[in-house]
């Protein structure tokens, strides 16, 4: 290893002249180095290459110098001398920007020590910055010197390591990277780039509780705290994998007026897309989901289920059925199945139960889910006993042993339970038609035949 040597000459130091040569080493966060330096330090500097640096200790607010120490005729010194160093961000003149100054041991003319200018991130922010040295009662040294790139901030190449603690450290950060200059292109702040198949250009994740792997916030008005742009097909400008229990892959939150918390926009296809057990979900005090749209407001592929707030049972579904149904309970589910009349239970306010008697005027629909087919629209939670048809089309169970059926025919209850029949005597139906039949059934048989609800 070579290093250049920097000789500066100063004052008188008590009563003998004396001048001092200030060796920087390259580790010592400076420009320019001695001719000689100490072997465990150039050890140092070899062992730190490609390692993993400790933040919160191995290179915290100090900075490293090492120099050598002669009289005017250039013999090396030895002692406890009194030194004082000054940053500055002027080359001349100024004001420091802090000072140390503390007892230096000096042996056969090399001493090394440590400069603790009481100084964090705040200085080191890309402006030029320089050291001022004086030793003991004498002026300072001149020229000051000027700080230059440190060897551990150039072993920051691919693979290396920045790890530590800064939760005792206020505002303490990892890694700390500010702009206070207007942005002329993306990528101003920290800029990643990767080519590689399969790479991520920023990898964050956190393992202690209440952690967050990427937290962006922004307080200027048109910003937004976290920008993402593809150009490649079938690629996503966010892409998140939650995998804990109670998890969420992207949670946002907003304070100010009129600014949702999650907002998608598409010039060509959709603005928002939500997949799994629960696409999208929607929480307000106001409105839990708002829609609105020249066309449709809504629309989805599938049922739609809406439940009550305070206990979660549905209350309103929307499916592929083809019938409108309401929730009933019954007072007695013993022959009651799918596609069973059902009439109003006369002995049990508020309950239905099975027709067994011909043109019964309590007639109040046919139980849904017959065949498969559920309803269309059901209105009731799903605490009631069963869902009951009244109106729309649904299967039925039809009992044509005195007069076949044929589509159109009206039909009415009959002495069977459960069952409907062919209406052949009009006078009595009146106010006891469940609806038209749609499907033939031939006499003597029973079945399920496709009906249309008109309770008359």
Known sequence: MTRNKRRVRIGALAATGLFITALLVACAAMGGAGDEAAPDRIAAIRGSEGGEFEAASAVTNKINYQGRLTDSGGNPLSGTYTMTFKLYETETGGTALATDTHSVTVTNGLFNTTISLGIGTSYFDG???????????????????ELMPVPYALSLRPGAVINGS?????????????????????GDGIRVDVYGDNSAGINASTTGNNGKGVYASTSGSGSEGVYASTYG???????????GIESEGVYVETYGYYSPAVRGYSQKDIGLVGQGSTGVWGQGTSVGVYGKSAGYAGKFQGKVAISSYSTGSTVLELGEGLDYAEGFDVSDQEEIGPGSVLCIDPLNPGLLTVCDMP???????????A?????????????????????????????ATESAVKPGDLLTTSATPGYAMKVTEYERAHGAILGKAMEPLEKGEKGQILVLVTLQ
């Open 127 to 145: 402006r030029a910055l320089w050291l001022g040295i004086t030793v003991e009662a004498d002026p300072e040294m001149t020229p000051r010197v």
């Open 166 to 186: 800064v939760g005792s450290v206020s505002g303490g950060r990892i890694l700390y990277v500010r702009n206070n200059y207007k942005g002329l292109f993306y």
């Open 233 to 243: 097909a079938n690629s996503d400008g966010v892409y998140v994998v939650a995998r």
């Open 359 to 369: 043109y019964d005027r309590k007639v109040a629909g046919i139980v849904t889910g």
């Open 371 to 399: 065949q498969g087919l559920g309803s269309g629209v059901r209105l009731g939670s799903d605490e009631f006993d069963y869902n009951v048809a009244l109106a729309g089309r649904v299967y039925c169970n039809v009992d």
